[in-house]
């Protein structure tokens, strides 16, 4: 019973089903683990979730930012971009039920003893707090207040962790850790303008997985939402955004068995650029 990882579908439906007959994939043998940032960018966000709803049970879906931007517009917390692409679900006739089991979805997941986020995980957490404030949030946006939370989500502050922070304060910079996080500095402050790869970090920041000290460092972690990040080519670090709404690939890996020493096998199929970077 194989379980895949696959990195940042953004739409892309069409790529997703190319990917799905490439690994043979039977909803009755296999599992699906998507990293997050299901929609939004490519040109089909509703056959996407429609197609990993009907999976229910052999696909595991994480939030990403781009998920919990479609949460927050649908609601009216935010107003949706121009570069938004995810019209056709919230004109859809099944959107409710749509929407409803998006906010479900978790923010963090372990599987095999990877951990799973959509972006990163801040150096001061380890990986059991990583899924303990992962719930946290979960169980917000999944209860009758997340109207509520959606209106508070928003925000760059606090920049850092501190195991003082309560309520709202405290749930932000966990979905910001976990849905928009790619350089921190050695004190967990977050940086959010710089988009580019782990080379050109900003003075005094690093690319948050190679934090001295990150107490995560001994447990593997799967993340997406980094597709400018270049290659990374270490056993205990799976980057699998491989920018397909951009024209890249979307990629899946192939967990070994549990027993297993091997690393993980990587299958990619090509996709058509829906978006140019930029924009």
Known sequence: MPNYLIGDVQGCDAALQRLLHKIDFSPSRDTLYLLGDLVNRGPASLAVLRRLRALEGAAHCLLGNHDLHLLAVAHGVRRASRHDSFGDVLQASDALALLHWLRQRPLALQVQGWLLVHAGVLPQWTAAQT??????????????????????????????????????????VVVNALTRLRFCRA????????????????????????????????????????????????????????????????????????????????IKVQCPQEQKPGR
């Open 131 to 172: 899924l303990a404030l992962a719930a946290e949030v979960a169980q917000q946006l999944a209860g009758p207040e997340f109207g509520h939370f959606l209106q508070h989500m928003y925000g760059d502050q606090p920049e850092r962790w501190s195991e003082g922070l309560q309520g709202t304060e405290r749930w932000r």
């Open 187 to 266: 004190d967990g402050s977050m940086e959010f303008a710089s988009k580019d790869s782990s080379a050109a970090a900003p003075a005094g920041y690093l690319p948050w997985f190679e934090v001295p000290g990150r107490l995560t460092a001994g447990t593997p972690i799967a993340f997406g939402h980094w597709s400018t990040l270049g290659p990374l080519k270490r056993p205990d670090l799976l980057a699998l955004d491989t920018g397909c709404v951009w024209g890249g690939c979307l990629s899946a890996a192939r967990l070994p068995a549990a027993a297993s020493t091997h690393t993980p096998q990587i």
